[in-house]
């Protein structure tokens, strides 16, 4: 089964903090995704990566950033973090024409 | 701008009952097909995955893919209480990224 891992649960920040959230797979897959979802507006890619070093902007990157060094692990980095961010994160991993497989997420509270 | 409509929820259905999921797709050249199960506060889980037309059976569940009318369904026979969940529709093409419906409450009465 493919299993992807994110660091946190749950986690409590201060306005302007910097902020990253962890996430490793382990089924080599080349795709990897942030999501954050919010009720009633459903599932929102913030960004993606097809390779390592490789990204692409989502719907919403403003505010984030990512990092992909090794193929098995994408990170999401709050610069700066915001009210507006609170949130439940998710990762998600895919190979090619496969499903996409999503981490446990990681509820984000920003005070 | 490649859109995913999913049937305005929420969805009720005695157990037992037969629930009926219905999603539509606009980009033609979509191939691959997705449906997910979203327990409250848990991240999304796979529950079918279909990429040919016709019928595809696993347990309680079935999708249906009707590429000709841009439609994939998603049946559950003997509904349980336990299958009471947001239910997301997702569909992919030539793109990495698949792209998701806002998804359909389903509420399962004992």
């Known amino acids: 089964d493919v299993k992807v891992t994110q660091s946190s649960r749950y986690l409590v920040k201060r306005t302007g903090e910097k902020v990253f959230l962890e996430c490793v797979q382990d089924?080599?897959?080349?795709?990897m995704f942030w999501y954050r979802q919010d009720p009633g507006l459903g599932l929102r890619l913030i960004y993606f990566?097809?390779?390592?070093?490789?990204?692409e902007k989502g719907d919403i990157p403003e505010g984030y950033s990512v990092s992909r060094e090794k193929k098995e692990r994408f990170s999401l980095i709050l610069e700066s973090a915001s009210t507006n961010q609170t949130s439940m994160y998710l990762c998600a991993s895919r190979g090619t024409d496969s499903p996409l497989h999503f981490g446990n997420g990681t509820r984000l509270t920003v005070t | 701008q490649k859109e995913v409509e999913q049937n305005s929820g929420p969805l009720s259905v005695p157990e037992g009952a037969i629930a009926s999921l219905n999603c539509t797709y606009s980009?033609?050249?979509?191939?691959?097909f997705f449906w997910y199960r979203q327990y409250s506060g848990k991240s999304p889980e796979l529950i079918m995955s279909?990429?040919?037309?016709g019928d595809k059976e696993d347990g309680r569940f079935t999708a249906q893919l009707n590429k000709a009318s841009q439609y994939v369904s998603l049946l559950i026979r003997d509904s349980q209480p336990s299958d009471s969940a947001t239910y997301l529709c997702?569909?992919?093409?030539?793109?990495?990224?698949?792209?998701f419906g806002s998804g359909t409450q389903l509420t399962v009465l004992p």
């Open positions: 089924m080599d897959h080349e795709n």
């Open positions: 980009d033609r050249g979509s191939q691959s």
């Open positions: 997702a569909v992919s093409g030539s793109a990495r990224q698949l792209t």
């Open positions: 279909i990429y040919s037309n």
């Open positions: 990566s097809y390779d390592v070093k490789m990204k």
